[in-house]
């Protein structure tokens, strides 16, 4: 009998601004074990209890300051992440049409800063995952498995 997979349940959200079309991450402490240094979009995982769209509006509030009904986000990908250190995480990532206030760095104990970023044309600093976040928000693509870099060459499967 083969064992049961079992994934970890993770929501992101794109805070896309409507003028310039770019999207709301936050860079990580220099000391963070996952990304370093690096730039994520807004997210986490799923705590007891929530349903995705409601993890979602809590990440966006806990991390940014961002509030938004949860039934105003709108879905847009679907991922399953395989990290670099085997765990296998699915990965829900809506979008935030509206909005109330202002994106302030809400955990400055996890975040050195907010960075608006093209997603056509995201910098390097930013996570792998981020990236394949990116590049299937850019081409409308709805479903990906990605590979954490370190495991296959870094490619997008």
Same mark, same amino acid.
């Given at each position: 009998?083969?064992?049961?997979?079992? !994934?970890? &349940?993770?929501?992101? #959200?794109?805070?896309? /601004?409507?003028?310039? %079309?770019?999207? *709301? $991450?936050?860079?990580?402490?220099?000391?963070?074990?996952? !990304?370093? &240094?690096?730039?994520? #979009?807004?997210?986490? /995982?799923?705590?007891? %209890?929530?349903? *995705? $769209?409601?993890?979602?509006?809590?990440?966006?509030?806990?991390?940014? &300051?961002?509030?938004?009904?949860?039934?105003?986000?709108?879905?847009?990908?679907?991922?399953?992440?395989?990290?670099?250190?085997?765990?296998?995480?699915?990965?829900?990532?809506?979008?935030?049409?509206?909005?109330?206030?202002?994106?302030?760095?809400?955990?400055?104990?996890?975040?050195?800063?907010?960075?608006?970023?093209?997603?056509?044309?995201?910098?390097?600093?930013?996570?792998?995952?981020?990236?394949?976040?990116?590049?299937?928000?850019?081409?409308?693509?709805?479903?990906?498995?990605?590979?954490?870099?370190?495991?296959?060459?870094?490619?997008?499967?």
């Amino acid at each position: 009998m083969s064992a049961v997979h079992r !994934s970890v &349940g993770n929501v992101m #959200v794109l805070l896309q /601004r409507p003028d310039d %079309g770019k999207v *709301l $991450t936050v860079r990580h402490q220099a000391t963070s074990w996952h !990304s370093p &240094g690096m730039l994520t #979009v807004i997210g986490g /995982r799923l705590e007891a %209890g929530e349903f *995705l $769209t409601e993890g979602a509006a809590r990440e966006l509030a806990e991390e940014v &300051g961002i509030h938004v009904a949860p039934d105003l986000l709108q879905f847009s990908q679907l991922h399953h992440f395989h990290a670099v250190d085997g765990e296998r995480v699915i990965g829900i990532v809506f979008t935030a049409p509206r909005w109330e206030g202002i994106p302030c760095n809400r955990e400055p104990d996890t975040h050195v800063e907010l960075v608006w970023v093209d997603p056509a044309a995201p910098p390097a600093d930013c996570h792998p995952f981020t990236h394949a976040v990116f590049a299937h928000f850019v081409s409308a693509q709805l479903y990906g498995n990605v590979t954490a870099p370190e495991l296959l060459g870094g490619e997008d499967q």
